[in-house]
Structure formats: C-alpha cells, structure tokens
C-alpha cells in the first residue's frame, strides 16, 4: 500500500514533504515491530541499543560519552539507561582508576547471552525490508546517507562486488 492510502491522505504539498511523512510513518511502522520484538525481553530500544554498542566495544570497557556519541536515539537519558542495564546485571559499572570522575562500563556475560538469545527475534526483525532486493536496500541505504549528508559508500562499487560474488543465473 501507498502512504496515501496509509495515512488517507491524497494530496502533499510537494514530494519533499511526502517523503518526509513517509520516513516518519515508515520510521514508526520499523520501531513498533522493533518493541514488539523487544517486549518479551524486558528491553527497550534504547536499552537494546546500548547492548549492542558494548558488544562493540567487548572485552574493552566504554564510557557514558562513548556509548552516547553512538546512541541511534540521540534524545535518550544514557546514564539511566545504563544504570536500569546494570540492575539487571547485564552490564558491569566501576569507576575509573586513572579518572574518579569516569566510570567504565562493560556489558557481563548475561547481557552477551541476552543479545543472543535476542537474535533470531532481531533477524525477523530485518525481514521488514526483505520486500527489497539487496540493491534496493544498498540504495536506501545511500539514499539514506545522503539525506543526513554523512559521507557516502562507494555504492557502485559494493554492486559490482556484489555481483561477482553471487553465482550466474540462468
């Protein structure tokens, strides 16, 4: 279905202004299938989000700045979140030897074997945009960027790499 008929609306005042209605929507469609997935673990996005970047960072520790410069929800309370994590013993929290102001932050193995257990709900998850071929998605993707004007992947390049490595069709 189109956004039109999603959001019953017919008319836009230009196409800039539908796309932008379309992310959104499109944003909250992703998000609601996201928590849904989320919600038989007791984990929000953010929560999940934070996890993921500690995966990251395993076996180093991280800081608060750290973990909120990579935060995809930018708007999140990084220290309370991080505090809600450790409560439930799926991340470590001690304070920094060479720096009493710092903390360092460590995801335990729980939280590691949480993330795992979360992965099969995760790829079900990414299914969403199975709907595109693999080019479509590398394009959304560079579409995606470019929007945010953050520096583009070489996206012709990933296409033909990517062609060489499937197997001919005939």
Do not use: W
Request: aromatic share 6%; charged share 30%; glycine share 2%.
């Amino acid at each position: 279905m189109s956004l039109s008929h999603d959001i019953k609306q017919r008319e836009f005042r230009s196409e800039y202004q539908k796309a932008i209605l379309n992310i959104l929507y499109t944003h909250n469609y992703v998000v609601g299938h996201m928590s849904e997935a989320l919600k038989d673990y007791d984990i929000t996005r953010q929560q999940y989000n934070v996890l993921r970047i500690l995966r990251g960072q395993y076996p180093r520790h991280s800081s608060i700045n750290l973990i909120k410069d990579r935060m995809l929800d930018k708007m999140s309370d990084t220290s309370r979140i991080v505090e809600r994590l450790r409560i439930k013993g799926l991340i470590s929290r001690e304070e920094c030897s060479s720096d009493k102001r710092s903390v360092e932050i460590k995801i335990t193995d729980k939280g590691l074997a949480l993330l795992q257990t979360m992965e099969r709900p995760m790829i079900d998850v990414e299914k969403l945009l199975h709907t595109l071929t693999h080019r479509e998605a590398m394009q959304l993707n560079q579409l995606l960027d470019k929007l945010r004007g953050s520096e583009p992947e070489n996206f012709e390049e990933d296409v033909a790499l990517e062609l060489l490595n499937q197997p001919e069709k005939f």
